[in-house]
Every structure is written in C-alpha cells, then in structure tokens.
C-alpha cells in the first residue's frame, strides 16, 4: 500500500523561510518522480517541479524556477519544497504527488496537502 | 508552454445522465500525453484516465477518455450525485507540464 505523509499546516511571516515535507513508502522512493503541485486559494492547479529521488534529477516550472528549492532525501524517503522568502502570494494548498507509471507525467497518488498560510 | 483550455467551466446535469467535459491544447499533444484528474471539496486530486484511456486504480468504467491532436474529451457516464467534483486535464508531452483550468460538475 502506497503512503504518502505530508508535513502539518504552516502559518508564517513574509520574509520568512520554509521547508515543507512528502514522506513516501520507501520501496517505492527511488522508483517515481516526486512532484509538488500548488493550489492557490479557490484556483486551479499548478505543476512546480519534480524530483527523481534516485539520481535527484530535478525539474522545475518556469514560474517556479528561482523561486523554490525541490530536494530529496533517500536515507529517510523523504522529499521537500522550501523557500528561502516567503510572500504573502505563496499562501495555498500544497501537495505532493507522485509518477510511479513508466512511460507517463500523470500524478497517480497524492497527499494530502500542506496548507501554507503567509500572512504578517 | 502548452496551454490547456476546458469547457465549459460548469456542468450542471442530473442523476443517470451523460457529462461531456472537453480539453484543448494549444499545440498538438500524441493522445499518451493527457490525463484526467477529479478533485472534490476539500480532497486532494485523485488520477482518473492517463495515456491511452487508461484508468487509474479503482476508477470505474463508466469514466473514460478520447481524444487525440488538441481536443480531448472526459466521458462521465450514469452520473452519481459521488461525481460532483472540478475535473482537471494535465499533458505531460512537453517538458513543461500544465494543468487547465478546471471544469466544475454539479449533480
């Protein structure tokens, strides 16, 4: 069974860092894409990056580059998403998502989401 | 960037009924390189066609998928009150994936 663990909700500060986290069963870690996706309050969705835990291969959408770091931890079979600065536009849903199908980008599993809240 | 463009932005029909929900592309997409995705209040999205038609896991068939070039259709047949939801189309033929903007239906 797939596990995918998401880091509580976090309220902070503009200005501040965060460093959020995607826990996945490990027989699986260095097997998928890890993605993040962001959902801004009442909005649709949107592709940030992933990361190919195995060789930590990491892709980012252009709105995105620059603006957030996608990294990956084998030893604990976790991935991240930080920023260094956060603003109050950063304030939404976020939600890791995984590649597990060869040959596709579709997201067959999904976690629950961490919800971001920036707010001075 | 590929553009993805849903219609129509909301979707009100009746128990039993048939939902046609379409996504076009704003370039040509091979008809492996689209996936379909149902999130529902509060939930997070969950996988419903990709590739080929292919469904995800525990999708029923009355959910399916067609389309190939740039118009792509979700079929939702013998709709449940359970299918109201936004559906989103995602491609992943080019190296930058997008998502379109939504459709929402009502049962």
């Known amino acids: 069974e797939m596990h995918l663990v998401q880091s509580g909700a976090e309220v902070k500060k503009p200005g501040e860092s965060l460093k959020i986290s995607c826990q996945v069963s490990?027989?699986?870690?260095?097997?998928?894409?890890v993605g993040w996706v962001r959902q801004l309050p009442g909005k649709g969705l949107e592709w940030m990056g992933f990361?190919?835990?195995?060789?930590?291969?990491?892709r980012y959408g252009p709105s995105f580059q620059g603006q957030v770091t996608i990294s990956a931890d084998k030893s604990v079979s976790t991935a991240y998403l930080q920023w260094r600065s956060l603003q109050a536009s950063d304030t939404g849903m976020y939600y890791c998502a995984l590649i597990t199908v060869g040959g596709t980008r579709a997201f067959d599993y999904w976690g629950r989401g961490t919800l971001v809240t920036v707010s001075s | 960037e590929i553009v993805l463009t849903q219609s129509p932005g909301t979707l009100s029909l009746s128990p039993g009924e048939r939902a046609t929900l379409s996504c076009r592309a704003s370039?040509?997409?091979?008809?492996?390189?689209l996936a379909w995705y149902q999130q529902k209040p509060g939930q997070a999205p969950r996988l419903l066609i990709y590739?080929?038609?292919t469904r995800g896991t525990g999708i029923p068939d009355r959910f399916s998928g067609s389309g190939s070039g740039t118009d792509f259709t979700l079929t939702i047949t013998r709709l449940d009150p359970e299918d109201s939801a936004v559906y989103y189309c995602?491609?992943?033929?080019?190296?930058?994936?997008?998502f379109g903007g939504g459709t929402k239906v009502e049962i």
């Open positions: 370039q040509s997409l091979r008809s492996d390189d």
């Open positions: 990361i190919y835990p195995a060789d930590s291969d990491t």
């Open positions: 590739g080929r038609g």
């Open positions: 995602q491609q992943y033929g080019s190296s930058v994936l997008t």
């Open positions: 490990a027989y699986i870690f260095t097997n998928c894409w």
